[in-house]
C-alpha cells in the first residue's frame, strides 16, 4: 500500500517533529510505502491534500492533532478528484479527539500505525457547515459562544498544552456574556438566551472534555449540547463535570441530535470547529453519513 502523509511538525508543542524519525522507522517495518508531505503553516494541509492527485494512493494519513485532521478533511472533499480513499489518523498532537472515538491509544504511534497497515476500514459521518458563503467540514466538533471564546483566549497560551484550554475556560468565566440564540434542528425551533452552543460528531473534544457522551460517529446524527443563561457560580462548579459527561444532567442544559441544524444569534459570534477559529454565526450545519472510511482496528 502506499500513502500520503501529511505531517504537522508543529502538533503538540513541537513532540511531532521530535517523534518523526521514529514514525518513518515504524512505516518501514510495517511495509507502507508513503510519500511524507510536512506542512509549513496555517491553511496548508489543506493545500495539500486539496491539490493531491489521489489516484496514487491508497489513503491518507492525518499526522498531528485535530487542527491537522480538520485541514486534512477539507483539502479532501475540495479535491476535484473522483478517487476516494480511505483517511488514517496519526495522533501525535495536543488534542486528539477523534482519534479517541476511534479507540486509538493516542499515547502508542506504532499501534496506530500497524492499524493503517492492516487497511481495515469503517464508515464514518463528517460534518459539513456553511458560514459567510462558504462550506467546510469537520470530524469532531463546532461550537460557539464561551466555547469559542475560552478556545481563542487558549491560543495565547498554547504552550501549557491541554492546560492552555483550562486557562481559557476560567478566564472566560470572569467576563462571561449571554446571547439570544435561535435554533432549528429537524423542523424543531427554539428560542433562548444561550450561554454556548456545541454541535458534536464524536463524544471528545480537545484532550479530556466529554462534551457530548451520547455521540455516535456513524449514526447519521449530530449531537447539540446547548447551555442556557447560566451563573459564573454553577458554571465553575459545572465545569469538572465535562471531564465525566455528566455535565448533560444540569437543568441549564439541553441535548439533541438531529442531521440538519441551523443557528442565528443576535450578534455574529465566532465559530470553532475542531479547535480552530473560523466563521461567525448564522451557521447550517449537517450530518454527511457514512461520508467518509477511516482505517480501524
Known amino acids: 500500500m502506499k500513502i500520503l502523509l501529511v505531517y504537522n511538525n508543529f502538533a503538540g508543542n513541537g513532540r511531532a517533529k521530535k517523534n518523526l524519525p521514529q514514525v518513518e522507522s515504524l512505516f518501514k517495518k510495517y511495509k507502507i510505502n508513503f510519500d511524507i508531505a510536512i506542512t509549513k503553516y496555517s491553511g496548508h494541509g489543506i493545500e495539500i491534500v486539496g491539490n493531491a492527485d489521489l489516484s496514487k494512493y ?34 501525535v498532537g495536543t488534542g486528539n479527539a477523534f482519534a479517541r472515538d476511534l479507540e486509538l491509544d493516542t499515547t502508542k504511534i506504532e499501534e496506530a500505525i500497524e492499524i ?15 458560514t459567510e458563503g462558504k462550506d467546510y467540514y469537520f470530524l469532531n466538533i463546532i461550537g460557539a459562544g464561551f466555547v469559542a471564546d475560552a478556545n481563542k483566549t487558549a491560543q495565547s497560551f498554547k504552550i501549557f498544552g ?7 475556560v476560567f478566564y472566560r468565566i470572569l467576563v462571561l456574556k449571554f446571547t439570544k440564540l435561535k435554533l432549528e434542528f429537524d423542523g424543531k425551533k427554539l428560542e433562548t438566551e444561550s450561554t454556548f452552543i456545541e454541535v458534536s460528531n464524536t463524544r471528545y473534544t480537545g484532550a479530556d472534555f466529554l462534551m457530548a457522551p451520547n455521540a455516535e460517529i456513524d449514526d447519521g446524527l449530530l449531537d447539540i449540547t446547548l447551555v442556557k443563561k447560566i451563573s459564573r457560580l454553577k458554571l465553575l462548579q459545572t465545569f469538572p463535570k465535562i471531564f465525566t459527561g455528566e455535565h448533560i444532567l444540569i437543568n441549564e442544559i439541553e441535548t ?8 442565528e444569534t443576535d450578534k455574529p459570534l465566532i465559530l470553532t470547529p475542531d479547535g480552530e477559529l473560523l466563521g461567525t454565526t448564522p451557521v447550517e450545519i449537517e450530518c454527511l453519513k457514512h461520508a467518509i472510511e477511516v482505517f480501524w482496528k
Open 162 to 168: 491541554n492546560f492552555s484550554y483550562i486557562i481559557g
Open 116 to 130: 493503517i497497515s492492516k487497511q481495515k476500514l469503517r464508515k464514518v459521518d463528517v460534518g459539513k457547515f456553511s
Open 256 to 263: 439533541h441530535k438531529a442531521k440538519h441544524i441551523k443557528i
Open 58 to 91: 491508497d489513503g491518507i494519513v492525518a499526522a498531528g492533532g485535530d487542527g491537522t485532521l480538520f485541514e486534512v478533511i477539507n483539502g479532501y472533499f475540495k479535491n476535484s478528484s473522483e478517487q476516494t480513499i480511505p483517511l488514517g489518523v496519526l495522533p
